[in-house]
């Protein structure tokens, strides 16, 4: 499996899912309810970047969940 779909954040067209994001980064950490996504520590920088990069091209900040990551 991809390690970006453990972390799904584009539409089914493939443009960025932004109403979906919030909950993409909260995965990293997990919540009250929620664990953290499995996934390797290789994974997840992979992933952080990769999201990271959708979040400088459309000019928005990165969360700090994924920059403590990158």
Known sequence: MSELAKFPHHTKRGAIDWPAMPSVIAS??????????KASPEERLEAAHHLADHY????RPIPPTISAII
Do not use: M
Request: glycine share 8%; charged share 35%.
């Open 56 to 59: 400088r091209h459309a000019r």
């Open 28 to 37: 990293f950490r997990g919540s009250y309810d929620r664990p953290p996504v």
